[in-house]
């Protein structure tokens, strides 16, 4: 009789959990946005989450058309009369389906911007091919972030032109105007590889606009070709950086490839580039000057732990087509391919004030450093340390050096012995006495006291 009376009116049975369900799913359907992940909340109950959006779930196709519209959703989304995200969150496009990576419709930032600007945004790209036939241009405040180098590969389409990657842009949509010019900040490139297919003039990564926190690191650049750059910093680019672990390669049987072109206004990386493998076969700095697989027309730069693999007339060349000032240049290591490892250009007035602290080449015919400034090669194997001043007077440079084969200034206890260069001076400290070497005919290089009174 009891279990008659149960299953006679089941609608009434089930009904308290039917009504909890749909009360339990009203505020739900208020709140929930395409993308959106599901999370406990402190009661225990199943509800949506904004702290991130999920790419793949937004149904544009490709994987270019799903950020875009997932940036749009950051930007430009409303509830109860408020920005639901504050213009700025995450962007999880990992799970975006394979074959969707291969075909990119649109650079994922187009203009025309959204409502409210372009959100603060990190995005998370998925390890595979990603090939794009538009350079992504990358807004104030974007975190681009792949699954590492040669996991995720940003590929040139055959249409794209210019830069694989844009550190901002100097329309206000993305980026602010401040002083004299756009300022981009916080743009930062990580954990990911670009390759230019062989296409002539595509540049790997430009920074013209970005400052502040805006950085790379580990990427690979690849398959760089004819007038094609790995990393061209210039313009409105001050104060970015560092650019740490990087590897540039040219496409092969390719000429006129660089690594890094560093050019336009004092300070535009004063941050530096920190690990840098280059291995391209030189690109023109300027009309009449030598190849170089690095083109450093800037001031205020630091470029440390660089190692050269290619073939290229220089490693560097410094001030060719701009005055190149207060340059400190670090741990530089060449190869058998090229000419100079490093080269001080005499091209512009007012080069000077280069530090280099630990060059070093194959020695034979390849120039360690080749300093046009003074007119002098050293084939030295290493060079622990070489400083030229501001010019003094016309043709004449305060210079130091560590070589034994040009002059420098030398310290001990007694008095100097044994074999000199002409022009070595010497401070004998217990002696209280000054010396220098002297090559007085017939005789050989010899030290001689210099009066000091």
């Not at 929930?32 to 989450?49: E, F, H, K, Q």
């Not at 930032?109 to 372009?118: D, I, K």
């Not at 230019?196 to 790379?216: F, M």
């Amino acid at each position: 009789m009891n279990v008659a009376k149960r299953f006679a009116h089941p609608f009434v049975s089930f009904l308290p959990i039917f009504v909890s369900v749909i009360l339990w799913s009203l505020p739900l359907w208020s709140q929930a946005l395409p993308g959106d992940n599901a999370v406990y909340n402190t009661g225990g109950a199943v509800t949506y989450s904004h702290a991130f959006i999920d790419a793949s779930q937004l149904g544009a196709g490709d994987i270019c058309a799903n950020i875009n519209l997932a940036l749009k959703q950051l930007s430009n989304t409303m509830q109860g009369g408020a920005l639901v995200y504050n213009l700025q969150g995450l962007v999880d496009a990992r799970g975006v389906p394979t074959a969707n990576y291969l075909n990119c419709s649109m650079n994922p930032w187009v203009l025309p911007a959204p409502t409210n600007g372009w959100p603060a945004a990190i995005i998370l790209l998925p390890a595979g091919t990603i090939t794009t036939p538009a350079t992504w241009t990358l807004p104030a405040y974007t975190r681009l972030t792949g699954e590492g180098s040669g996991l995720t590969i940003l590929s040139a389409g055959s249409g794209l032109t210019g830069e694989i990657i844009s550190m901002g842009q100097s329309s206000s949509h993305y980026c602010p105007n401040v002083m004299n010019g756009p300022d981009c900040v916080g743009v930062v490139i990580e954990h990911l590889e670009l390759n230019a297919n062989g296409s002539p003039n595509v540049i790997g990564i430009a920074n013209y606009y970005s400052q502040e926190l805006s950085r790379v690191n580990d990427v690979s650049i690849v398959g760089i070709g004819n007038g094609g750059v790995g990393l061209d910093l210039s313009a409105f680019g001050d104060n970015s950086g560092p650019y740490t672990n990087i590897y540039v390669s040219g496409n092969s049987n390719t000429v006129n490839e660089g690594c890094a072109r560093i050019t336009g206004a004092s300070n535009t990386d004063s941050r530096g580039i920190h690990g840098l493998t280059c291995n391209t076969t030189g690109m023109v700095c300027n009309s009449g000057s030598n190849s170089a697989s690095i083109c450093l027309d800037a001031s205020s730069t630091t470029i440390e732990d660089v190692t050269f693999t290619g073939s290229s007339t220089d490693g560097i060349l410094v001030g060719s087509m701009l005055a190149a000032q207060g340059n400190v240049l670090l741990n530089i290591s060449g190869s058998n391919g090229q000419t100079n490892v490093i080269e001080l250009s005499n091209n512009q007035t007012g080069n000077g004030d280069i530090t280099i602290l630990g060059a070093t080449g194959p020695g034979g015919s390849v120039n360690t450093i080749k300093d046009d400034l003074t007119s002098t090669n050293l084939t030295d194997a290493t060079v622990g340390l070489y400083i030229v001043g501001e010019p003094m007077f016309t043709g004449a440079y305060s210079r130091f050096t560590t070589s034994t084969s040009l002059p420098t200034w030398l310290i001990g206890q007694n008095q100097p012995a044994g074999s000199c260069a002409v022009g070595d001076l010497y401070s004998a400290t217990s002696a209280g006495s000054f010396w220098g070497c002297i090559n007085p005919p017939p005789k050989t290089p010899q030290w001689v006291p210099i009066p000091t009174h």
